[in-house]
């Protein structure tokens, strides 16, 4: 059956096209995301949502979307998804943070020529067939300042474009490094320094706790006086009531905002001051920028929806379509093995271990991580996934730690997961062989060679004649067909186990026969999804 894809919002048709293209059935829905409610009852049937600014994916339309595993954003803010509720809901939040960085900064710097210029008042004093030649007097951008604050994407074409009008370009960003600063031509600065030297400032960051109004009333202060600001980047970077107030003093020359605290704008403090630019939102509102987001996320969900490939996400890790070729038996290992301990573990668990050998240390981790704990966590809520166990195991308090290792044995590469409880230590290694097919080769310290079924059966005993005849006989006896067995041990006369991959589930009657012989320590039948 095909996935089902809503479009909620305004999107190229063309990017509607690609999802059916790729053998998507996709409903367009452009208005839809404006009623809640109704959208609210439509998500339960869709595995995809599609949107840009005018839906918002509240709690309670997640609660709802019991089949959804994948939002795209076209555009760089989610601001209008709840990302927590989703994580917890076990969907993928995705964005398009590339398509609209150069017209987003192309804004930026037409809105510091706007305010540098008077342009929208000269314009406006104009076309009422004033002629006010003398009343607007602006300044240069040639050997001015600017501060840009937030030196990523979007903030690094500003500096090369702010660099080519021969500005002197000061950037804060406490992850922007020396060598890159050196590279983009900036002199990396403190974020007081910035504040006090530059002639105009610009601001690049998303809104976070860290980010949330950083240039607050405080910070505004200690601004160059004749200062003039610009924030083509989120609402709420700005204390708006302060900057007002600064812009009325005249400590603040002026401000050019495309972007503001409460959206849509329909009143606040900057409008109709003097020498105050306002847009509403426009910063991604070019043709080429509006096409190029939309055909990005429909190429994203595509790809996740078609072939696991997670592109962009912002509460998982991203998997390349190529690394989803290669990682694909690995992923699925790494489940495996975490449901094996997970269904093993009847205790509180307190740490989760897991160690990559070989070429499975050399991929990416961080998807290989949230597949062994969604496997682990899935015995405590059989809803969980790779999203949202990451975000379960965190509530518990679950330690999560790692270990990568150079190729240490006869295999290319292995896997090891170990859960930590308060008694005891469980462990399970596996590889993937040249196959493809995942299989388990460790447990308990003890060697073996398991392919893995839908239906299995764990027991544990010592080293001692007629293990194997019972297990026949019993399973034998109860119908239950043996499709493959698989024996190790610790040494002649020690601990041994076996693992049974079986037709159907053992019956709890053939379990109870087991334990009636006296031979078995542990009888533990465990279920793994291998579709």
């Known amino acids: 059956m095909a996935p089902k894809v809503l479009v909620s919002d305004k999107l190229s048709e ?9 053998g998507i059935d996709v409903d367009f829905e452009p208005d839809l995301g404006k009623d809640k409610d109704r959208l609210a009852e439509m998500i339960t049937q869709y595995d995809g949502l599609a949107i840009r600014s005018a839906t918002k994916v509240t709690e309670k339309i997640l609660a709802n979307a019991d089949n959804l595993k994948v939002i795209a954003r076209a555009g760089i803010g989610t ?8 994580s917890k809901k076990g969907v993928i939040v995705m964005n398009t943070p590339f398509g609209n960085m150069i017209t987003t900064a192309e804004h930026a710097i037409a809105m510091m020529f706007a305010v540098a210029r008077q342009i929208p008042e000269a314009s406006a004093s104009t076309h009422a067939g004033k002629w006010e030649k003398s009343k607007f007097m602006g300044v240069e951008l040639t050997n001015k300042t600017l501060g840009v604050i937030g030196a990523g994407n979007i903030g690094g074409i500003v500096c090369d474009r702010a660099r080519g009008l021969k500005m002197k370009v000061i950037a804060y960003d406490p992850f922007l490094g ?3 600063a050196d590279q983009m031509g900036v002199e990396k600065v403190e974020l007081d320094a910035l504040l006090e030297r530059a002639d105009f400032i610009t601001l690049h960051v998303p809104f976070t706790e860290q980010t949330a109004n ?4 405080e910070n505004l202060a200690k601004t160059k006086k004749g200062v003039r600001i610009i924030n083509c980047a989120r609402g709420g970077l700005v204390d708006e009531e302060a900057l007002a107030e600064m812009l009325q003093s005249g400590h603040v020359a002026g401000a050019a905002f495309d972007v503001f605290a409460e959206e849509p704008a329909k009143e606040n403090a900057l409008f109709n001051l003097p020498n105050v630019v306002c847009t509403p939102h426009l910063g991604a509102a070019t043709t080429e920028a509006q096409e190029n987001v939309a055909l990005q ?3 994203q969900m595509s790809n ?7 592109e962009n996400a912002l509460n998982m890790p991203s998997v390349t379509a190529e690394e989803a070729k290669v990682m694909g038996p690995w992923i699925k290992l790494a489940g495996h093995l975490g449901s094996f301990v997970g269904q093993m573990t009847d205790e509180p668990v307190k740490a989760i271990n897991i160690l990559y050998d070989g070429v499975a240390a050399e991929m990416n981790l961080a998807a290989l991580n949230c597949a062994a704990v969604a496997g682990i966590m899935k015995k405590f809520n059989p809803e969980v996934n790779m999203v949202s166990a990451p975000v379960a195991a965190k509530e518990r308090g679950i330690q999560i730690s790692t270990t990568n290792q150079d ?8 896997i090891k997961v170990t859960v930590v409880t308060d008694t005891r230590e469980r462990s399970i290694g596996g590889t993937v062989f040249s196959d493809g097919k995942p299989r388990f080769i460790q447990i308990k310290g003890i060697n073996i060679d398991a392919e893995i079924g839908r239906h299995m059966l764990y027991t544990t005993n010592e080293d001692v004649p007629g293990i194997i005849g019972a297990l026949g006989q019993t399973m034998g006896g109860s119908g239950v067909n043996i499709a493959n067995f698989t024996l190790g041990r610790a040494g002649a006369g020690r601990e041994a186990i076996a693992l049974l991959y079986v037709d159907e589930p053992v019956p709890a009657e053939a379990r109870a026969k087991l334990a009636e012989t006296g031979l078995f320590k542990q009888i533990k039948p465990l279920e793994f999804d291998v579709a």
């Not at 601001?79 to 989703?86: L, Q, S």
Request: hydrophobic share 40%.
């Open 14 to 22: 063309t990017a509607v096209q690609i999802f059916r293209d790729r």
């Open 79 to 86: 601001d209008n998804i709840d990302k927590d509720a989703a």
């Open 178 to 180: 020396q060598e890159k």
């Open 214 to 217: 950083i240039l607050s009333r």
């Open 297 to 299: 996320v429909a190429e």
């Open 304 to 310: 996740y929806l078609l072939t696991g490939a997670v």
């Open 407 to 414: 190729k240490s044995g006869a295999f290319e590469g292995y």
